[in-house]
């Protein structure tokens, strides 16, 4: 499963001086909330994100599947050269596998396990 911060995206947008589709990163979950890349410091720890508990595992190196707008399917970004060139890599989101299964719907909280490591 895959995590994206939005507030991570939202300093990519930043620097990268353009509005963002989301869709363009493919991920399985958007979370709000938290600072600028918060998600990187769940690697290797367990989540609870709704009913479910994940285990975090591994940042998300972004590739340029994310240069193609969702809309249009023209390549019309750059995210993993404005990651790198602003932030020192090209990574936005996490990995995660769940370890235990539940409902998940818009709303819920994503949880670390082992103490407030989003705020």
């Not at 991920?27 to 989540?47: H, K, M, T």
């Not at 936005?92 to 670390?112: K, Q, R, S, T």
Request: hydrophobic share 45%; charged share 25%; with cysteine.
């Amino acid at each position: 499963m895959s995590i994206i911060g939005m507030a991570s995206l939202h300093a990519l947008e930043r620097a990268a001086g353009m509005t963002l589709d989301p869709l363009r990163f493919r991920a399985n979950v958007y979370v709000s909330g938290g600072r600028p890349w918060a998600e990187f410091d769940l690697v290797g720890q367990e989540i609870q994100l709704g009913g479910a508990r994940l285990r975090v595992f591994k940042r998300i190196v972004r590739c340029p599947a994310t240069e193609v707008n969702p809309d249009t399917a023209e390549r019309d970004a750059k995210p993993p050269k404005a990651l790198r060139e602003h932030f020192g890599h090209a990574d936005l989101g996490v990995y995660a596998e769940v370890i235990e299964g539940g409902h998940l719907a818009i709303g819920d909280a994503l949880e670390p396990l082992q103490g407030d490591l989003l705020h």
